[in-house]
């Protein structure tokens, strides 16, 4: 990820929970939305890998659905991070809450964890390798069998798809109150920090890494999740 384009311990960190509602279709469910799928997967006790923890909002919404959860977090900014132990501290969620300074390769590799989430992540990061390395780095933490969600901004610049939505994103911006400057400034990020990948890249990446059966649980414009399972064997 270029950190001058995203600083995540700059102002946009800072910023960027009211900004995620602002621009991200569908954010506001989105967490309480893939809990209620996920959670029957979830065994009492389960522990799950949260990369990318940000704010802390995926956090919050585990522990409120399931107390016995036990959420790892891992996150590289130290402002996010900061931010999400206040948050689950002022939510009275904190026990069985971990953070973690740094990516996914810093986890402990054991014991393995039961879930998985990647939430708003993997379009920061560039199809150099380094997308596969990070859901490599996911699957070899997770359990066969493990439930794996993935939530990203994706496509392919060019395509009709792309072309179609990209426009009706920005317009999006505009419905949902941002002023000329401010959409100038977050296209200019959006053109220079964001590496698109189409789904079917993204997906085929996943299954490389070791994930398998993905189903779609949303679409909106841009932006699409699906949940996976780590494979067996």
Not at 63 to 87: C, F, N, T, W, Y
């Amino acid at each position: 990820m270029d950190e001058t384009v995203f600083d995540f311990d700059g102002d946009y960190g800072e910023g960027y929970e009211a900004l995620a509602r602002q621009v991200i279709p569908g954010y506001r469910t989105l967490f309480p939305m893939f809990t209620a799928i996920i959670e029957p997967d979830l065994p009492l006790g389960a522990r799950v890998l949260v990369v990318g923890a940000g704010t802390g909002i995926e956090l919050i919404a585990l522990k409120r659905a399931r107390p016995d959860l036990r959420l790892h977090g891992v996150d590289p900014s130290a402002q996010m991070l900061e931010i999400a132990e206040r948050r689950v501290a002022e939510a009275g969620l904190s026990d069985g809450v971990t953070l973690q300074l740094g990516y996914a390769s810093d986890v402990p590799a054991h014991p393995l964890f039961d879930a998985a989430t990647l939430v708003n992540v993997l379009h920061f990061v560039p199809d150099d390798g380094a997308k596969s390395a990070l859901l490599h780095d996911i699957a070899r933490r997770l359990r066969p069998g493990a439930v794996f969600v993935l939530f990203d901004l994706h496509g392919d610049p060019g395509s009709e798809e792309h072309e179609r939505y990209m426009p009706a994103w920005r317009r999006y911006w505009k419905i949902r109150g941002m002023t000329a400057d401010e959409m100038a400034a977050f296209g200019e990020r959006i053109r220079h920090g964001i590496h698109f990948a189409p789904a079917e890249r993204v997906l085929g990446l996943a299954r490389e890494a070791g994930f398998t059966d993905p189903q779609r649980f949303f679409k909106g414009m841009l932006y699409g999740g699906w949940t996976l399972r780590r494979a067996e064997g």
